[in-house]
């Protein structure tokens, strides 16, 4: 294998990116639009919730807790309703996604008991938004319950233990505020990496078959691997500077925090590019499709990627059966690593179980890649 071969090959296809609008548009744009749209578009977090509440008793106390859902910053009191069918109204014509009813005696009964029950109605169309907003819900009440119940103590002169007998103050690690874009944006790197590789090489050699050079390129005196090398150069190029863009991106445009070391970064992205990229070039040696070579990449590129590899769902809650397919999903491993290298700064010696099965991966692909191409017309 001869350096000067492989440079002119790379020459030759840094040239057809550049006159190919599609190539470019893909290069170029398709990172910028899918860092704004998923950093912006995609989030796990739910505020401002439509809230309705019909306060049976328009009591201080009942007011009190009512300004504690709209000082929480998770629920907004868009209206007050005062009836039951009102109630029901709210919900089915979705001007509120939850409705907080308090009883008519909730101050009588919490004044002589320490503790009184409110009920909240939420509409479960939405199962994500219910089971985030419902745990809301439980967090404010539970607070306002232990004010209420001191005050009531406090009044009668019982002590604070006879009380509060468990004071649980928890703390989340790496991710202290639990806010989701910190969660997704370190994925958008391999969504990125994943759409943009495999579709840029899936039209490498099936460029070259249907614009009738192949001819002109299997008479050449270049080697198979020279090809192949020289084919991916540019496009590896291309993949890490989207991975150094999204990077800047989510950094200083998201904040998402970064604590680990960019030299453990900079070698699994470079791993998990050779993947992306040997896959698409595997593709385009065996569909001679330009169109059809591309739609396969996005199958078995952005799909899994995107549903089995942890970024969307998380993989523990998975039906067994799905858990053991995402074990060949290659995008599991870097998601993995981005997230750890991201927000808890693990070292490269934490993430060998990760880093091994890339490497394995990159191995296979390698493979099958180099050994895909023949220079030869059948």
Known sequence: MKMRRVVAIAY??????WRDPRSLAIALFLPFMQMALLGYGVSLDVRHVPLCVFDQERSQLSRELVNRFTASGWFDTV??????????????SNVCRAVVIIPVDFSRVLNVTGQASVQAIFDGTDANT??????????IVAQASADFKRRWAAARGLGQT??????????????????????IIPGVVAIIMASVGAQLTSLTISREWERGTMEQLISTPVTAMEVMLGKLVPYFAIALADAIFCLLVAVYWFEVP???????????????AVVVLGIGYLLSVRIRSQLGASQVALILTLLPTTMLSGYTFPIDQMPAAVQAVTFLVYARYYVSILRDVFLKGSPIEDLAAPV????????AIGYLAATAFRKRLD
Do not use: C, P
Not at 258 to 272: E, Y
């Open 356 to 363: 091994l099965a890339l490497v394995i991966f990159t191995a």
């Open 79 to 92: 209206h007050l309703v005062d009836s039951d069918n009102a109630v029901r109204k709210a919900i089915d």
């Open 258 to 272: 970064f604590r680990g070391s960019l030299a453990t970064l900079a070698v699994t992205t470079a791993l998990f």
């Open 12 to 17: 030759k296809e840094a040239l057809q990116i």
């Open 162 to 183: 006879k009380v509060d007998q468990v004071d649980l103050r928890s703390r989340a690690w790496f991710n202290e505020g639990l806010d989701s874009r910190n969660f």
């Open 130 to 139: 219910t089971n985030i907003a419902t745990s809301y819900v439980n967090g």
